[in-house]
């Protein structure tokens, strides 16, 4: 049964992570070990409720078995492979990597040697993979009952004034959307770019982005984040030969249920807590119980350099707009 480190306490690690691990503990104690969560952060004087917060990397280390633990690893996009480098260095081999797995292609590469040098097992943090929602929309394309998929439209709408920039983000692209590309790729296959932009560039990189790609199926895919937005949305809208499907995930860590309507048929609603199905299948997977949870590390670095193009080219079209 590994033991848990969760590596940065701010609202992915400390909000997120260690809230679900502590249910999940209670709930599937065969899964863990009996020893509390660590919990680092850089900033100093972080807490950790129900369990041991320690002040470095190396205490961690020294505080539960390195090739025992599952880390989770929760600190902004742009510190991943310094922080690897120090995991691994400290004989930590599993980790469960927030989203995007890099900030960019650059340290991408960085994580892929680290991976190949220390034999690192790296599940990257995507949810909606495991969402219930997620699973009944792809049951409904695969089937085949209302044609081919033609076209994929996500809208993720909440307000992040100061809790973006104070997680570190570097811009909206890495927030909300990385989630939701993994699941349009795993829809409708592999894809290219074709646009990307900022819709509101006078109110800052981290006010909202929107991308749009074209599968190698055929099929394209818009999604629009609006993190400006007075109200919450996180709705995915599939159009098919025959038929509409529309989606909608849960918009907040307090709201575990979804809805899902296909053409003109009833709407359904029901229980869709997609952080603890992913986790819980991570843990299965560690422990030798289950295959790897959804979502293959190649899939992730799709969902880095296509982000990477996105961003290069919104950041053209605020350079032209600026002259």
Known sequence: MPHTVVVGLGRSGGGLHAPVLRRLRDTHPELFAAHPIVGFDPRSGTALRDGLAVDSLERAAAAVPPDDTVVHVCTPPGTRVPVLTRLAGLGFRRFVVEKPVAADPAALIGIERLRAAHGLDIVVVTQWLASALTRRIDDVVRSGRFGPLRSIMVRQDKPRFGRSRGAGHADAFDVEIPHTLAVALTLAGPARLTTAGRPEPDLGPLAGAWLSVRHD???????????????????????????????????????????????????????????????????????????????????????????????????????????
Do not use: C, N
């Not at 986790?279 to 899939?299: H, V």
């Open 217 to 323: 199926g055929g099929a394209h895919t818009t999604i629009r984040s609006d993190l400006t937005s007075p109200v919450r949305r996180r709705e995915i809208t599939l159009r098919l030969r025959d038929t509409t499907v529309v989606g909608h995930y849960p918009v907040s860590a307090d709201d575990h249920h979804a809805q899902l309507r296909v053409g003109d048929g009833p709407r359904e609603v029901f229980e869709d807590e997609s952080l603890g199905a992913f986790l819980l299948a991570a843990y299965r997977y560690f422990a030798g119980m289950a295959p790897a949870p959804p979502g293959e590390f190649t899939d992730h670095a799709r969902v880095v350099r296509l982000l990477a193009g996105a961003r290069a080219l919104a950041d053209q079209d605020v350079t032209a707009h600026a002259g």
